[in-house]
Structure formats: C-alpha cells, structure tokens
DNA sequence: AATGAATGAGCATTCATTCAT
DNA sequence: CATGAATGAATGCTCATTCAT
C-alpha cells in the first residue's frame, strides 16, 4: 500500500473511531485494531495522538470551506439574492456534513476539556467558521439586506449553533437511521430565519 | 461542617473543575484540592468520579427546567402571545446559563467521549432540554400560533442549538470579560426566531 | 512503614541495581520488585526514574564530602603534614567507597550517554570533586609544600582518576570477593604518590 | 562506494555518535542519517547495534595497542631508562587520545549499564590496558628498578586510571576548545609518578 | 545489493479507587 | 468518621530489527 493510501486509511479509521467514542476512549490500540496497521507504523505516519486528532480537524475545515465556497458552484454573487445566498450555505453544510457525519459529533461534541494543544485547535475551527459566517452578514448588511443595528457576531453564532445543531441531529451520534431530504431541511431552515434575518424588500430583488 | 454543607461544597469545586478542564483534564485529586476535603472523604460522599458528574447533571437540568418555567414568574399561559413566550424562555435561559457559565460550557463542549454511563446521561441532558421546546412548539402549533406543517423536532433543534451557542459565546469558555445586556440579547434572538416561527396574525393577538 | 524509612528504602534497592545494570538495563519494575512496592508508591516518593537517579548521586556527593572531611575527625590542618593530609583523603575516600561500592560503580562507569538532566548531574559531581581536590592543592602550594609551577587542575585529575580507578578496581563490579586492607592500600597509593607531589622539605615538618 | 569503505564509513559515523550521546542514547536511526546508508544496508554489514559498538572497541584497542607499541617507535627495550619508557607510554597513549577524542568517552563513560554481551567487551577492554600496563611494571620489578614489595596490579590500576581521566578532561566530553601541549603533559605526569615509582639509582641508568 | 515500510515487544508514567490506621 | 499511603490496570510512545520489493 502506498504510503499516501496508508495516511488517509488512518485517518479515516481514527475519524470514525472518534466520532464514536471521543478523544480519550479512543485508544491507540482500537486504531491500530480498526486500520489493521501495527503500532509502530502509526507513528511513522503521525507524531502522536493529538496530531492524528488535530490533522482530521484542519482537513475537516478546509473541506467544508471548500464545500460551502460559492466558486465551486458558479455562483456569481452579483446576481443572486440574499436567501438563496443563505439557502446555498445552508443545503452546502448539510449536504457535506451528512457526507461527512463522523466528523460532525467530533466538531460539536469533543471540544471541551481536550489536552493542551487539541483544545485551541478545536477553538479555532469554531472561529473559523464563525468568522465565515460573520463575513456575509457583514456583506449582506452594507448591500442593505440586513437591518444596520442588527448584532452580527450574535446573529453569526445563532445561525451556526442552529445549523450544527440540525447537522448533529440528523447525522451526528450513533444513529445513522434518520435519513432526512436535505432540499427540505435547507427550506426549512431557511424559512425559519430568513423572515427575521433580511429586510422584507430585499428578498423581492433576485 | 454539616455533610450536606460538604457535599455541596464538594459539588461546587468540581463543577468549576469540570467546566474548566472538562471531564478526564479534572483529577479527582485538583477536586480534593480544591474542595480542601480528603481522598478518603470524597469517597464517602460519591461513589466515584463519575457520580459526580452526573449528580452535577441532573442538579443542573432541574435548575434550568425550574428557571424557564412559568408558573414561577405567575405567568398565565392562557394571557401571554407567543412571542412573548418565546422572549421569556429564552431570557430565563441566558439568565440562568449567565449564573451558572461553568455549566454552560459542560452541557455544551464535554458530552462525547466520556466514559460509559455519562455519555448517556449527557444525551438524557440534552434530549429533555429538546423535549420542552418541542412541547412548547407543539403547544403553539395546536393553539394556531405555527403553520401546521412546520417541522418541530427540526426547529426544536435549531431554537435550542442557536441559543445555547449564543450561551456558550457569552457566558462559556473562560472568557468571563463579556457581559452582555441580557434584554437586548434576548430581543435580538427573538427578533430573528419571531417572524419566520409564528403566522403573523398570531402576533397581533395578546 | 513511615514514609521516611520507605523513601530511604526505595533509594537503596534503586541504588543497588543501578550499579548493578547501570541506568537504562535497570527498569522501574526491577525496582519495585526489589524494593517490595507498588508502581504507584514509587511516583509518589519521586516525580521520576531520573529523580531516583539524581536524588541518589547528590546523596552520595554529600556523604562523602563528609566521609573526607577534616572537621568530623577532629584534624587540625595547621598540626598536620602535607603527606597525613593526603592520607587522610585517600584513606577515608577508600571507606567510604567501600561502604557504598554500589554507588561506586554508578559514579565511574554510567556517565554518557544519560538522559539530558542526568549527564549534566554526573558532570557537576565531577566538577564538584575535582574542584575540593584543586582546592586543596592550592592550599598546599601556597604553603609552600608543592612546587610553585605544577598544574594544579591535570594534578588533581590524576589524584581523582587514579584513586577512583583503585576504588572501582576493590569495590566496583559484581567481585565483591576482594577486601583489601585498606590501611595497606592507602599507604601504597599515598607511597606512589608523596615523593612527586610534595616538596621535600615540606615533609620533615609536621 | 566499495564495502570496505561503507563499512568504514558507517564505524566513523557510528563512533562520533556513540561518543557524544552513548551507546543509549543513539539510534541506529541517527547513524543512519549521519552516514548517509540505509536501514537495510546497516544490516548487511553489521550484525545489529551491539555489532557496531563491539567491532568499534576491538579496533580502538588495537589501534591503542600499536600507538604505545615500542617497536614501531625503534626503541630497544634494553636502551632505554625506566622513565623514559614510562613517558613514552604515557605519551603515545595520549596522542592516541587526543586523536581519537571520541573513543576516549566511549571507553571512559560509557561502560555501565550496557546490554549483556557490550558490558563485557568495555571490561575486556580495560582488562587488556591494565594487563598490559602490569607486564610494564613487571618488567621493571624484574629489572630492580621498583621495589619489590610494590602492588603491581594496584599501581596499574593507578596509573591507567590517571593518564584516562587526565585524556578525558582534555579530549573528552565535548569540550575540544583546550588543545594542551602534549609533550608538557607529559613531562607533568611523567613528574608525578616517577619518584614514587622507581628505585632512586634506576633513574641515574640511561 | 539496496531500500525503507512495517513490526511489536518493551517501558515509563498516570490516576481512580481502596483500606488500614 | 476522617485520612492519605498504597495499589495496579491501563496507555501512549520508542526503537532495534525484519523482509518484501
């Protein structure tokens, strides 16, 4: 096996490992049981524990950057309206977290109380992806979609607590039953903030 | 020092511990520490660490399910609007997470990856918290105060998922500089959840 | 036990085989066995297999700084001859060693190769040794008893290196069989020694 | 590269590193990287690590064996004044050291605490210098110019154990800043021993 | 012959829990 | 009742050696 093939057959047996089981209850051992690999060759490929955690945390997030980007879709910016904008963001996490559902109670569950270094890692995703979110607020209040005195870090944190929530929900934990219509859950959501999120005028402008 | 007084003393070092370091970065010993109790003492009082934990857990669900209820404010449910409602139980939920913040961040960062029957008691947390809104939304839904055909589980996850990481971003984590206008953060979420959850006529109506 | 007397006996047992089988041959579990304690009793006297390690070498250090020491055996420098002086050192060195022929071994041969900290402990106490050894021949140059242009610093590493030899030679190893006269070998060491060392005037004068 | 001269190649290597970290403390991994081989070629020449060490100690000690060797200095045995004989030995042999600093720690320090087979190699070592060192005296002893009463094998172990330490505080460690005059060295240690050493009238005989 | 990925026995250290005093 | 010394199972990591290519 080539050793790029071993890297990524690593990683994702430790992804599946701790999205089951955590940080701490997932042993070494169990990983190098899961990826049938021997004890030496992990650290070959890693230089510990933390830094098989924190390399699926940082391949996580610039996944789901990529997967939420509006480049990958053609979307111009320009010509769409601010509730499909936020109906993209929203289908895009979904879409890709329900692809990626280990790594979803990962990122919502495992954050607190993590050694050292895997702590701030974890911080850093969160900012990361608040910060993301802050932007096109931020944007779609100077194009005047959003009311000038609305709170956006608050707003940001509501919408992606909202969100991760729904993604934990459908497709994080144990139960791999509930397959969801995304198209539906996207509306859904959708539907609930975009009322309260944009001014009433500009969502008659496509 | 009466055992009830020491119990709870017990219990009030380790909630600061646990919210601090998470559960496995706490040592039964930095808890003896700080408790200024001794190792055999702690036994005598939990049967072991994790009786701690989840005696902290239901403690703490009961508190938050006595903080959000009506009957303490004398709230009459048959004279109140739906916004109103709404306003109240997220306010009472901020209150509450803003005088316990260790806890905040406990329910919210420390639920995967603990040992065995925590785990579940974590979920159990979570689920009944779920399991009010949803009763509430169900509630609103039979009084004609939500379209019929609204998803409830689903928008029971999103209200309770962009609140407690509102929560979590004021009162969570160290970072015990932020002290927020709890009424106007209230406004600000409720003026976001409001007008996409209720059929406007329903606002009109007090 | 009381935690003195367990301390002290963990030292010797870890004394023993570490002279025995040197630092790295000799494991944590040799030591408990040997010593009859748990694995967790061990980390409770020292932070660390190091800390045994050093604990043992500044022991040492000192009890036999005291062992040649003047004072404890009433001497007085000004009464005493340049030649009963160094007699004196060897002799006691020579007892002292052979009460403790374990440390012996470890002092002579598991120098390099250590563990970061553990090398720069066995330095010092080489420095700290030569360094009484220079002392004294200073002393006794500017008495006047040793020529004025002898190299003070090669000399006394010739004194350390061939006493510490002659003492690895009697008591160091696993033969623990010779016992030598150590009346004897003091003489014979110090013979080999005086008639280049000292003046020979300095030696008619007591 | 011919295999002699990888093999040679590899015993340089190894040699630097054994002397600056010990046998412990270097991996195969670090003579790897220092002479450019890899890991399955270390193999080919050597048996395994201990290999390395051991093959590295036999030619030390021949090498040694041939600096203080008279012959291949021209000097007739029956020509030559007991003291000359002595600087010649304590001359060549530092030289010797002072040309291979390296080894001069290995043999010094880091005899203790080596897996079975190495320790007895370092003791044979210092069996085959003192022995050689006793036949010396010996010689001298039958040539009536040390006393006959004389503890040959202690004085061996004296005089070996001075002119080491002496080799090691100016060649070993890593301290190669002081470059001592070595013809004045010496005349300094050959100063110290010989009064003691040999009868008065033998040093008159040329 | 040469390579370097894979192996796994071995080791120091941690920490919840117990129990004699 | 209170104490804290003692326990030992559990775990992450190292590194000499092997062997398929």
Same mark, same amino acid.
């Given at each position: 096996?080539?050793?790029?093939?071993?890297?990524?057959?690593?990683?994702?047996?430790?992804?599946? !490992?701790?999205?089951?089981?955590?940080?701490?209850?997932?042993?070494?051992?169990?990983? !190098?049981?899961?990826? /049938?690999?021997?004890?030496?060759?992990?650290?070959?490929?890693?230089?510990?524990? @933390?830094?098989?955690?924190?390399?699926?945390?940082?391949?996580?997030?610039?996944?789901?950057?990529?997967?939420?980007?509006?480049?990958?879709? @053609?979307?111009?910016?320009?010509?769409?309206?601010?509730?499909?904008?936020?109906?993209?963001?929203?289908?895009?996490?979904?879409?890709?977290?329900?692809?990626?559902?280990?790594?979803?109670?990962?990122?919502?569950?495992?954050?607190?109380?993590?050694?050292?270094?895997?702590?701030?890692?974890?911080?850093?995703?969160? @900012?990361?992806?608040?910060?993301?979110?802050?932007?096109?607020?931020?944007?779609?209040?100077?194009?005047?979609?959003?009311?000038?005195?609305?709170?956006?870090?608050?707003?940001?944190?509501?919408?992606?607590?909202?969100?991760?929530?729904?993604?934990?929900?459908?497709?994080?934990?144990? /139960?791999?039953?509930?397959?969801?219509?995304?198209?539906?859950?996207?509306?859904?959501?959708?539907?609930?903030?975009?009322?309260?999120?944009?001014?009433?005028?500009?969502?008659?402008?496509?």
């Amino acid at each position: 096996m080539k050793p790029e093939e071993r890297k990524a057959q690593i990683l994702r047996c430790a992804r599946k !490992l701790f999205a089951q089981h955590g940080y701490y209850q997932t042993q070494i051992a169990d990983i !190098l049981k899961e990826a /049938n690999v021997s004890r030496g060759t992990i650290y070959k490929y890693f230089a510990n524990k @933390d830094d098989i955690f924190i390399t699926l945390l940082e391949n996580y997030y610039h996944q789901w950057e990529d997967a939420i980007s509006l480049t990958r879709y @053609d979307i111009d910016i320009q010509h769409i309206s601010p509730a499909d904008f936020l109906r993209h963001r929203i289908r895009q996490s979904l879409i890709f977290f329900s692809e990626e559902p280990d790594m979803c109670s990962i990122v919502l569950r495992v954050g607190l109380g993590l050694p050292g270094e895997l702590e701030l890692a974890v911080s850093r995703f969160w @900012d990361k992806i608040l910060n993301i979110i802050h932007k096109d607020l931020n944007l779609a209040r100077n194009n005047r979609h959003i009311v000038e005195t609305m709170d956006l870090t608050l707003t940001a944190n509501l919408l992606v607590g909202a969100v991760l929530q729904a993604a934990y929900h459908y497709f994080g934990g144990q /139960n791999n039953s509930r397959k969801p219509d995304i198209e539906r859950v996207t509306d859904e959501i959708a539907g609930l903030f975009i009322p309260g999120l944009f001014i009433r005028e500009s969502l008659r402008v496509p």
